[in-house]
């Protein structure tokens, strides 16, 4: 889980390098991608992927369901989702589960379940999925053994990659937004993850400087089996939406523009919106 453009994409094709992991990219926008016609991560257009064709066909009748909980919170596209949700924190203060959240994790389930059997091996499922309260209610159906991963960027660089194409008033609107956004999602994240085991917690920095360390602490964690050697675009990805990158070749590298894009007013204010916060460990 992330505030999203903090390394996900890197993170999940990093660990498509084990043959016991599949990683699904965005998994809750499925049916939304295809309506889209768009291609998921080998390039091809998922309503003619090898992989996702057959899933959207079979499943075709629940597409509203599963695609509701993103377009009742959510932008024309689904894509985004409304950061506070008085409905979901109430559900999560008092530890409940409801009818339709219990309706959504069991489709999900079964879909999963399909997938496995279709690639004829016990995998585990990298689900890039950023949405909190999206898994807070798979968390709470007690169906899947989850292990979350909490990746975080500092919120400067954050705030950067949402406003950079951005100037005048609508700038620093969006820098008070988004800053908003990155603390709140990001502490929200914190608290879920307080009532879960086998958490996680990376940072962007720690992942782009010592990623080959990490995939390898992370797969000792979560008892999956590796090469010990870890590079992008090793295995065919087969991942749902995100970042174009996941089906372009290109070097890890930090990005760090922020540290120039942004002027010393804008630095400063983005420090006191967020409360100075540099971890979420």
């Known amino acids: 889980m992330s505030s999203g453009r903090s390394g996900s994409t890197i993170l999940e094709t990093l660990m498509n390098s084990s043959k016991e992991v599949f990683t699904l990219g965005e998994f809750h926008l ?17 309503n003619n992927d090898i992989i996702w064709s057959d899933i959207i066909k079979k499943f075709s009748s629940s597409r509203i369901l599963f695609s509701k ?9 689904g894509h985004y989702g409304k950061v506070i949700r ?20 069991e489709l999900n389930y079964k879909i999963l379940i399909h997938l496995n059997d279709k690639l004829k091996d016990n995998k585990s499922y990298v689900d890039s999925s950023k949405d909190v309260y999206r898994f807070y209610d798979l968390y709470k159906s007690n169906l899947f053994d989850i292990y979350p991963i909490h990746l ?15 100037k005048g ?20 994240i914190k608290l879920i993850l ?12 720690e992942l782009i400087e010592n990623y080959s360390e990490v995939i390898t602490s992370m797969y000792k964690k ?17 991942g749902i939406a995100g970042n174009i990158s996941r089906n372009q070749s290109r070097e890890i590298f930090i990005d760090d523009k922020y540290k120039y894009g942004l002027s010393h007013l804008e630095k400063q204010l983005i420090t006191m919106l967020t409360f100075n916060l540099k971890s979420f460990k």
Request: proline share 1%.
């Open 69 to 77: 909980y993103r377009k009742t919170f959510s932008s024309k596209t």
């Open 86 to 105: 008085i409905n979901k924190l109430f559900q999560i203060l008092f530890n409940l589960n409801t009818s339709e959240s219990l309706g959504y994790s």
């Open 194 to 205: 307080r009532k879960t085991k086998n958490k996680l917690v990376i940072s962007y920095g």
């Open 222 to 238: 979560f008892d999956v089996c590796h090469s010990g050697k870890f590079t992008l675009y090793t295995q065919i990805n087969h």
């Open 30 to 46: 499925l049916f939304l991608e295809s309506d889209l016609n768009a291609k998921c991560g080998c390039g091809d257009y998922l």
């Open 152 to 166: 975080y960027k500092c919120s400067q660089s954050f705030v950067y990659s949402m406003i950079k194409s951005s």
């Open 169 to 188: 008033p609508l700038r620093w609107f969006l820098l008070i937004r988004f800053s908003l956004r990155w603390l709140i999602e990001n502490t929200l």
